[in-house]
């Protein structure tokens, strides 16, 4: 069958009937257009298209399929008549999104901008973790913005007042560069060091700052009784990024640095991103002299906006709604799924015709 007759039938068939055919040959299917669904399977390899082509040589010669006689002692109820004025179906909405005109662009950026100034106030949460961490381990699994930093901070603070020594780790050598910035200039540059694979700072002050695997280089140096960098004294370690446990290739050296981390050191693990923090705490708990405490909650302070960029140039929000609510469902924006189909139009359409 050539490209244009089988196109030319695709095209007859409902999108459902369309993603019957790509079943266990189009990966993510689900996903696809009309349209790129079409142009999808017109591209499949010949054995493939073949299946294809019989599966709908049996779809087009399918008999109708007959109505159903009524049930015994079923009565039909008779058919609502139409009203006199056609009424337009409403439009296919997940059920957890509230019926609400789309907002216009001009609301999707309202309010963005510096706010005014405030006092602070911690939230209990964060007042909670940096109590924890008095006589316990503390993992802290909030979302992104909502203030981790700011109980490493005060954590930190208290160690050093403590006459302890802190470690701050990161997976990142950027992440630590950009940490000895920010922790300079809250606590002074005599204060932070940092300790990298190719930057070596001031190892001798009491806030150092350092990738995971050289923590676990030293504490394995600690463990075969060659202790440096005054371990000893070590008061706190904050492991950032901790979601990088479940790593397949990294994780086993945020393991072994739990595992050798000093009984006198308390530990702080921060994340936006832990998948299982409940059973990471009741590990840590098992194999540690004190007991793991965590802290999560899942309300963003900073609100999640989405907007959608066509390659025409044109913006637009990208769902209904503006912020974007966890667990609630959602519905895309009726421009972006304009510009959707127009830019799907002008790359498809055109192979399709070969």
């Not at 940096?130 to 005060?154: F, H, Q």
């Not at 020594?165 to 950027?174: D, H």
């Not at 209904?320 to 510009?339: N, Q, S, V």
């Amino acid at each position: 069958m050539t490209n244009d007759a089988l196109a030319n039938q695709l095209a007859g068939l409902s999108v459902r009937l369309l993603h019957r055919l790509a079943k266990n040959r189009v990966p993510r299917h689900f996903r696809m257009g009309k349209n790129r669904l079409i142009q999808t399977l017109l591209e499949l390899p010949p054995e493939q298209r073949a299946e294809v082509e019989t599966a709908l040589a049996s779809l087009l010669q399918a008999p109708a399929r007959p109505p159903q006689p009524p049930k015994p002692g079923k009565v039909d109820k008779p058919k609502r008549q139409p009203d006199a004025v056609s009424r337009p179906a409403p439009a296919e909405q997940p059920h957890s999104v509230p019926a609400k005109p789309a907002i216009s662009i001009q609301a999707l950026f309202e309010g963005i901008g510096v706010p005014p100034p405030q006092p602070f106030k911690p939230d209990d949460w964060q007042q909670e973790a940096i109590d924890r961490l008095a006589t316990n381990d503390v993992i802290l699994s909030v979302p992104t913005g909502s203030g981790k930093t700011y109980v490493a901070v005060e954590a930190m603070r208290r160690a050093i007042e403590a006459d302890r020594m802190v470690i701050y780790t990161s997976p990142l050598k950027a992440l630590s560069n950009t940490k000895l910035t920010e922790f300079t200039q809250i606590f002074g540059a005599d204060q932070v060091g940092i300790l990298t694979g190719d930057r070596r700072d001031n190892p001798q002050a009491p806030i150092l700052i350092m990738t995971t695997e050289i923590l676990r280089n030293l504490l394995y140096d600690a463990a075969s009784g060659e202790i440096d960098m005054r371990l000893d004294t070590l008061g706190l370690i904050i492991l950032d990024e901790s979601q990088f446990l479940a790593d397949r290739e990294r994780g086993v050296v945020w393991e072994e640095t739990i595992i050798f981390c000093p009984a006198q050191a308390r530990l702080l693990l921060l994340s936006a991103s832990i998948g299982n923090p409940d059973e990471i705490a009741a590990w840590i708990s098992s194999i540690r002299s004190k007991s793991c405490h965590l802290i999560q909650h899942r309300n963003r302070s900073v609100p999640l906006r989405a907007a959608y960029l066509d390659p025409s140039g044109k913006l637009a929000p990208f769902f209904r709604t503006r912020d974007i609510a966890r667990g609630r469902g959602f519905a895309l924006h009726p421009e972006t799924k304009r510009l959707f189909a127009n830019y799907e139009d002008q790359t498809l359409s055109p192979r399709s015709k070969r």
